[in-house]
C-alpha cells in the first residue's frame, strides 16, 4: 500500500474477537493503527500479536483507555487530542455481555457495566474525538451494534426484547440498572438494550455532523452471532457463569445449525467498513451480516428496529447520557 492511501484508524475492542481480527487486517493493509486497550500490558501484549502476524513492520501504537472507567476514558482522550492529529476512521467496537449473572456489576462511577462500556464510554470517545475526525479529507465513523436491538430478529426475539421505554431508568439513577426502568436485573436485556444505544448514538451522530454541515458516512453494522473459541473474549462471563448452557449452546448455534460467522469472516466485514472500500455514502447506515441459511450470510444495508428509527429517543439518549457523564466526571452539566 503508498503511503498516501494509508489511513490513521482508531479502535476499542481491538484486542481480541472480530477487532483483533480486523487489527490484523488493517494494519497488514499498511494502515497506521491506534488501540485504545484497557491497560498499557493490553496494548503490548496486542502489539506483539498484531508483529508476530505481520511480514512487513507495522505502524501501530495502543493507548491504555478502561471503559469501565470515565476518568480513564477522559484520560486517553486528552492524550490523542495533545496529538492533534486527524483521525481517518474511528472504530467504536468494544463491547461486553454479562449473560448469566443475577445482579449488575458496576464500574468505578457507579454505571451498570454493560452500560457503561457499550454505550457511554462510546459515547464519550465520540464527544471528545469526533472534532479530529471531521479534520480528516474523507473521515468515517463505524460503531458495531448488533441484530439483536431489533426484536423481530432471531437472536432479538429470545428472552426480553430490547427497549429503552421512556428511559426511566437513565432518568432516575437510583434505578439505573436498566434503562427502561424496569426492576429486575436482566443482563441479557442490558445487553440487547445497549446494542440499541449504539444504533440511536450512531444515527445520533449523523444528524448532529450533518447540521453542522460536516456530514460524513456513519456506519452502524451487526457482524453476526460470532462465537469465539477460548475462555477470553465476548462469551468470558456466560462461560464462566455457566460452562455447561455455553457449551451446549455453543454445540447447536455454532457446529450443528450452522447459524454463526466467524471471527475471521466478520473482522474482514470489519476492516472492509473502517477502510473504505465499501459504503462510501454520507449519513447513518446500518449494515448487518444477515443469516439467510445455515452457513451463508449476505451482508447488506437493511433498515433498524422501530425504536432505533426514533430520532427523538436518540435525541434523548443522547442529552441524558452527557448528562450523566458530565456529572460523573465533576463537570458543569
Not at 237 to 249: E, K
Request: net charge positive; hydrophobic share 35%.
Amino acid at each position: 500500500m503508498q503511503d498516501e492511501t494509508a489511513q490513521r484508524i482508531l479502535i476499542t475492542g481491538g484486542s481480541s474477537g472480530i477487532g483483533l481480527e480486523a487489527s490484523k487486517q488493517l494494519t497488514q493493509r499498511g494502515h497506521r493503527l491506534t488501540l485504545l486497550c484497557r491497560t498499557a500490558e493490553r496494548c503490548q501484549e496486542t502489539l506483539r500479536t498484531l508483529s508476530a502476524e505481520s511480514e512487513e513492520h507495522i505502524k501501530a501504537e495502543g493507548i491504555a483507555m478502561n471503559l469501565t472507567d470515565l476518568k480513564s476514558i477522559e484520560s486517553g482522550c486528552r492524550t490523542i487530542l495533545q496529538k492533534n492529529e486527524p483521525i481517518d476512521t474511528l472504530i467504536l467496537n468494544a463491547g461486553i455481555q454479562n449473560v448469566g449473572i443475577k445482579e449488575p456489576r458496576l464500574t468505578a462511577q457507579g454505571i451498570e457495566e454493560t452500560f457503561c462500556v457499550n454505550h457511554l464510554a462510546h459515547q464519550l470517545i465520540a464527544m471528545r474525538l469526533l472534532p479530529l475526525l471531521i479534520k480528516s479529507k474523507k473521515p468515517r465513523l463505524v460503531v458495531t451494534s448488533s441484530e439483536v436491538h431489533n426484536p423481530i430478529s432471531g437472536g432479538g426475539r429470545v428472552g426480553l426484547p430490547a427497549t429503552l421505554g421512556t428511559l426511566a431508568g437513565l432518568k432516575d439513577q437510583k434505578s439505573m440498572a436498566m434503562l427502561n426502568g424496569q426492576r429486575n436485573f436482566d443482563a441479557d436485556k442490558a445487553y440487547k438494550d445497549s446494542k440499541l444505544c449504539n444504533i440511536l448514538m450512531a444515527r445520533k451522530i449523523a444528524i448532529k455532523l450533518k447540521q453542522s454541515g460536516q456530514e460524513i458516512p456513519v456506519l452502524a453494522w451487526s457482524p453476526g452471532l460470532v462465537i469465539p473459541q477460548g475462555s477470553e473474549g465476548f462469551f468470558r462471563t456466560s462461560r464462566q457463569q455457566n460452562p455447561i448452557g455455553l457449551a451446549v449452546f455453543t454445540f447447536v448455534a455454532r457446529d450443528l445449525l450452522r447459524l454463526t460467522e466467524t471471527v475471521q469472516k466478520a473482522g474482514s466485514l470489519l476492516a472492509g467498513l473502517a477502510d473504505r472500500s465499501i459504503h462510501e455514502k454520507n449519513g447513518f447506515q446500518y449494515i448487518s451480516n444477515q443469516l439467510i441459511r445455515p452457513g451463508k450470510h449476505i451482508f447488506k444495508e437493511t433498515e433498524t428496529s422501530n425504536e432505533g428509527n426514533n430520532e427523538q429517543l436518540g435525541e434523548e439518549l443522547w442529552t441524558l447520557s452527557e448528562h450523566l457523564i458530565n456529572q460523573k466526571l465533576g463537570e458543569t452539566p
